[in-house]
């Protein structure tokens, strides 16, 4: 939508068309006159769009058959909005919409107005380059109106992630150590309890929360406190949150609630 946009400010009336209400499509059958890869285009987006029309004409009856049938044979299933932007989204899978885009640039004065943003000599050619990368990709997984039986919905790729995570061995060195505080069987005093909660609730910071976003996170990071003690491995962390920067580092023996009688 946003390509079409820059495509129809200031467009020529010549160039859109008289009678046409597609201004774009005018815009890349006049394209496609003298350019081939357009051309091409053209010549997809006609049979894409004779696919659609003859979808419309068959009977209800004939879908499901349809659906069972080999992937060539069986007409596209799109949106209501992949069909009103037919043209640019057919240029952009056939990876040749820069091209198209950059010819028009390089002849804008055919098809724009002086003051249309094609006809920029700055804007012009950084829209073009802007869609290398868009070209570039493979859109193979394309959102249809059957999505829904081949696409896992988000709880379900967050619960495989979680069952996946729990089979992790936690002796890996990749791997942080098991988050969560054992419970003392002492006498459980006041000051215990709070220095459990208080240990309890920086571990649980660790994780992704709401008001901060885990940029980094390592385990096994050896941090020497003086020059007479052992280095101490740990779990260092980088989070962020709405203004600042915070750089955590937790001793592997408070992660795993095992610090004991140590200061």
Same mark, same amino acid.
């Given at each position: 939508?946003?390509?079409?946009?820059?495509?129809?400010?200031?467009?020529?009336?010549?160039?859109?068309?008289?009678?046409?209400? +597609?201004?774009?499509?005018?815009?890349?059958?006049?394209?496609?006159?003298?350019?081939?890869?357009?051309?091409?285009?053209?010549?997809?987006?006609?049979?894409?769009?004779?696919?659609?029309? @003859?979808?419309?004409?068959?009977?209800?009856?004939?879908?499901?058959?349809?659906?069972?049938?080999?992937?060539? !044979?069986?007409?596209?299933?799109?949106?209501?909005?992949?069909?009103?932007?037919?043209?640019?989204?057919?240029?952009?899978?056939?990876?040749?919409?820069?091209?198209?885009?950059?010819?028009?640039? +390089?002849?804008? !004065?055919?098809?724009?107005?002086?003051?249309?943003?094609?006809?920029?000599?700055?804007?012009?050619?950084?829209?073009?380059?802007?869609?290398?990368?868009?070209?570039?990709?493979?859109?193979?997984?394309?959102?249809?109106?059957?999505?829904?039986?081949? +696409?896992?919905?988000?709880?379900?790729?967050?619960?495989?992630?979680? %069952?996946?995570?729990?089979?992790?061995?936690?002796?890996?060195?990749?791997?942080?150590?098991?988050?969560?505080?054992?419970?003392?069987? @002492?006498?459980?005093?006041?000051?215990?309890?709070?220095?459990?909660? @208080?240990?309890?609730?920086?571990?649980? !910071?660790?994780?992704?929360?709401?008001?901060?976003?885990?940029?980094?996170?390592?385990?096994?990071?050896?941090?020497?406190?003086?020059? +007479?003690?052992?280095? %101490?491995?740990?779990?260092?962390?980088?989070?962020?949150?709405?203004?600042?920067?915070?750089?955590?580092?937790?001793?592997?023996?408070?992660?795993?609630?095992?610090?004991?009688?140590?200061?």
């Amino acid at each position: 939508g946003v390509v079409e946009g820059c495509l129809l400010h200031m467009l020529k009336r010549r160039a859109a068309g008289f009678l046409r209400t +597609d201004k774009v499509a005018a815009l890349f059958t006049k394209v496609g006159k003298t350019y081939t890869i357009a051309g091409d285009v053209c010549k997809k987006v006609q049979e894409l769009q004779q696919q659609l029309e @003859s979808r419309k004409n068959q009977p209800n009856g004939q879908e499901p058959l349809k659906r069972q049938g080999s992937a060539t !044979s069986k007409p596209p299933v799109l949106t209501p909005q992949a069909v009103k932007h037919i043209w640019v989204r057919t240029a952009l899978i056939e990876k040749v919409l820069d091209k198209i885009v950059q010819y028009i640039v +390089d002849n804008c !004065s055919k098809y724009y107005e002086k003051e249309a943003l094609m006809a920029d000599p700055v804007c012009g050619p950084i829209l073009a380059s802007l869609l290398v990368g868009p070209c570039a990709l493979e859109y193979t997984k394309l959102k249809t109106a059957d999505h829904y039986w081949t +696409d896992p919905s988000a709880d379900e790729l967050v619960q495989r992630h979680r %069952i996946h995570g729990a089979h992790g061995r936690q002796d890996s060195p990749s791997k942080r150590p098991a988050l969560g505080i054992r419970k003392r069987h @002492s006498s459980g005093s006041a000051a215990e309890d709070r220095f459990a909660a @208080s240990a309890r609730e920086y571990v649980e !910071s660790l994780h992704q929360n709401s008001q901060t976003h885990l940029l980094y996170g390592k385990n096994n990071v050896l941090v020497q406190p003086k020059d +007479d003690l052992e280095a %101490i491995p740990g779990y260092l962390s980088l989070h962020q949150s709405a203004d600042s920067l915070t750089l955590k580092w937790t001793p592997n023996q408070l992660m795993n609630g095992t610090l004991g009688d140590s200061e």
